[in-house]
């Protein structure tokens, strides 16, 4: 609305320029100029005043994903989700959505360069991005600019710095969701580790035994350990050898020395690593548990949605592994009767997997808040819209009226215990 307002202040601070008298002349010069001024208003495009990424025919949004690399199952599958949800829409009016995708290789840097291309770009809102580290590290580059991050595709639970609203349940939630079902199957509390890699995604499961201990007595001198553990900083920090935690390093899947420093858990506290929640990726997940089986160990075993589905069970089996592992994910079964998940079926085909499904929901929540939107459509408007109430998604609730977290669904499945 910058140039409009400017415009009126103009219009009005030119009227006092001249002397309405009995001076003929000045009356029609003055006459004249504002004729002029009011003529120039009307002409002025409406979509000076529209928010960027906003045209009266679309809506440019943008998301970071990882499409080449190491992980690019992940970003292919967000990105097919996200472009099903949204081919042949529209909202507000008829205005088309335009998604842009960049690469990033899941790496932080290269998410700010491809995040920077996107905003001189113009877009209204980044949607679906991949990636804990890489969200921590756009996110004041998207605050900066005040641009909404919807939907990211983290369990981190980030709250901060700008608008976010995360779609998915916390990855302290999955491993606390897996820790409890574990003590109902006999592990003690005391007898739950974690390894994770050693990160703000790692970081997570550790809040996640956290947060099962604390409603336990007796694990105080464990919860200590693992709050000395979150508390260090930087880029890799040494955080094993300290607590009931193994860490690995974010892009390997050597699995030595977390594994060492369970097992000095074991020897300088007296319990014993009964039940392992991993908050690793695939490959890394699957290593460690290898590596321990190979050292007979006899833990159970339990993985979050970002090192789940199909792709986990084959690397396991390639490596003997075949029960006691608990897989936890934050979409429901590909298999549910759901509405949503029966479109998202019909429009992925053969490439539907849980990450394309969370794509698709990702999507489908975008077009929902877009559409309730009263009135003109900018982003103080669409986040109005998001937090004013729930939204049903053809089965998954979504509800920001109470917080930037919309769904705390959460599926355990698992491959056999016994």
Same mark, same amino acid.
């Given at each position: 609305?910058?140039?409009?307002?400017?415009?009126?202040?103009?219009?009005?601070?030119?009227?006092?320029?001249?002397?309405?008298?009995?001076?003929?002349?000045?009356?029609?010069?003055?006459?004249?100029?504002?004729?002029?001024?009011?003529?120039?208003?009307?002409?002025?495009?409406?979509?000076?005043?529209?928010?960027?990424?906003?045209?009266?025919?679309?809506?440019?949004?943008?998301?970071?994903?990882?499409?080449?690399? %190491?992980?690019?199952? *992940?970003?292919?599958?967000?990105?097919? /989700? +996200?472009?099903?949800? !949204?081919?042949?829409? #529209? &909202?507000?009016?008829?205005?088309?959505?335009?998604?842009?995708?960049?690469?990033?290789?899941?790496?932080?840097?290269?998410?700010?360069?491809?995040?920077?291309?996107?905003?001189?770009?113009?877009?209204?809102?980044?949607?679906?991005?991949?990636?804990?580290?890489?969200?921590?590290?756009?996110?004041?580059?998207?605050?900066?600019?005040?641009?909404?991050?919807?939907?990211?595709?983290?369990?981190?639970?980030?709250?901060?710095?700008?608008?976010?609203?995360?779609?998915?349940?916390?990855?302290?939630?999955?491993?606390?969701?897996?820790?409890?079902?574990?003590?109902?199957?006999?592990?003690?509390?005391? %007898?739950?580790?974690? *390894?994770?890699?050693?990160?703000?995604? /790692? +970081?997570?499961?550790? !809040?996640?035994?956290? #947060? &099962?201990?604390?409603?336990?007595?007796?694990?105080?001198?464990?919860?200590?350990?693992?709050?000395?553990?979150?508390?260090?900083?930087?880029?890799?920090?040494?955080?094993?050898?300290?607590?009931?935690?193994?860490?690995?390093?974010?892009?390997?899947?050597?699995?030595?020395?977390?594994?060492?420093?369970?097992?000095?858990?074991?020897?300088?506290?007296?319990?014993?690593?009964?039940?392992?929640?991993?908050?690793?990726?695939?490959?890394?997940?699957?290593?460690?548990?290898?590596?321990?089986?190979?050292?007979?160990?006899?833990?159970?075993?339990?993985?979050?949605?970002?090192?789940?589905?199909?792709?986990?069970?084959?690397?396991?089996?390639?490596?003997?592994?075949? /029960?006691?592992?608990?897989?936890?994910?934050?979409?429901?079964?590909?298999?549910?009767?759901?509405?949503?998940?029966?479109?998202?079926?019909?429009?992925?085909?053969?490439?539907?997997?849980?990450?394309?499904?969370?794509?698709?929901?990702?999507?489908?929540?975008?077009?929902?808040?877009?559409?309730?939107?009263?009135?003109?459509?900018?982003?103080?408007?669409?986040?109005?819209?998001?937090?004013?109430?729930?939204?049903?998604?053809?089965?998954?609730?979504?509800?920001?009226?109470?917080?930037?977290?919309?769904?705390?669904?959460?599926?355990?499945?698992?491959?056999?215990?016994?």
């Amino acid at each position: 609305m910058k140039a409009v307002r400017s415009l009126k202040e103009s219009l009005l601070m030119c009227i006092p320029c001249y002397s309405f008298d009995d001076n003929p002349r000045v009356v029609k010069t003055a006459s004249a100029t504002l004729g002029l001024l009011l003529g120039l208003f009307f002409l002025v495009p409406w979509s000076w005043a529209q928010e960027a990424g906003i045209t009266d025919a679309s809506i440019h949004i943008g998301s970071t994903l990882p499409l080449e690399g %190491d992980f690019r199952i *992940y970003g292919e599958a967000i990105h097919k /989700g +996200m472009a099903a949800a !949204l081919a042949n829409q #529209s &909202v507000q009016g008829g205005r088309h959505i335009e998604l842009s995708v960049l690469n990033d290789f899941y790496n932080p840097p290269r998410t700010v360069e491809a995040a920077q291309q996107l905003i001189d770009r113009g877009i209204f809102l980044m949607l679906g991005s991949f990636g804990s580290p890489t969200t921590h590290a756009v996110l004041p580059l998207l605050a900066e600019h005040q641009i909404p991050a919807l939907g990211f595709t983290t369990g981190a639970g980030f709250t901060e710095p700008g608008d976010i609203l995360n779609f998915r349940a916390s990855y302290a939630q999955e491993v606390a969701t897996a820790i409890e079902l574990g003590l109902e199957l006999g592990i003690k509390p005391t %007898d739950v580790c974690v *390894y994770v890699q050693n990160d703000a995604y /790692g +970081m997570s499961g550790v !809040l996640g035994l956290k #947060s &099962v201990l604390v409603k336990h007595p007796g694990t105080e001198e464990i919860v200590a350990r693992l709050e000395q553990i979150l508390s260090l900083t930087g880029d890799n920090p040494n955080r094993n050898h300290i607590g009931p935690v193994g860490v690995y390093q974010r892009d390997t899947v050597s699995a030595r020395d977390g594994y060492l420093s369970l097992k000095k858990w074991e020897e300088t506290s007296g319990y014993r690593c009964q039940f392992v929640a991993t908050t690793a990726v695939y490959d890394s997940a699957a290593t460690f548990m290898a590596y321990a089986r190979y050292k007979n160990e006899t833990w159970m075993f339990s993985s979050p949605s970002p090192a789940g589905g199909d792709r986990l069970t084959e690397l396991l089996e390639a490596h003997g592994i075949t /029960g006691r592992v608990i897989v936890t994910q934050i979409v429901p079964a590909l298999d549910s009767e759901l509405p949503v998940v029966a479109e998202a079926r019909a429009a992925l085909g053969p490439e539907m997997d849980e990450y394309a499904l969370e794509g698709y929901l990702v999507g489908r929540l975008f077009l929902a808040i877009a559409r309730a939107v009263d009135g003109p459509l900018t982003r103080e408007s669409f986040l109005r819209a998001a937090r004013r109430q729930p939204y049903n998604l053809g089965g998954i609730e979504v509800d920001y009226t109470s917080g930037q977290q919309g769904s705390n669904f959460v599926l355990l499945t698992h491959l056999p215990l016994f």
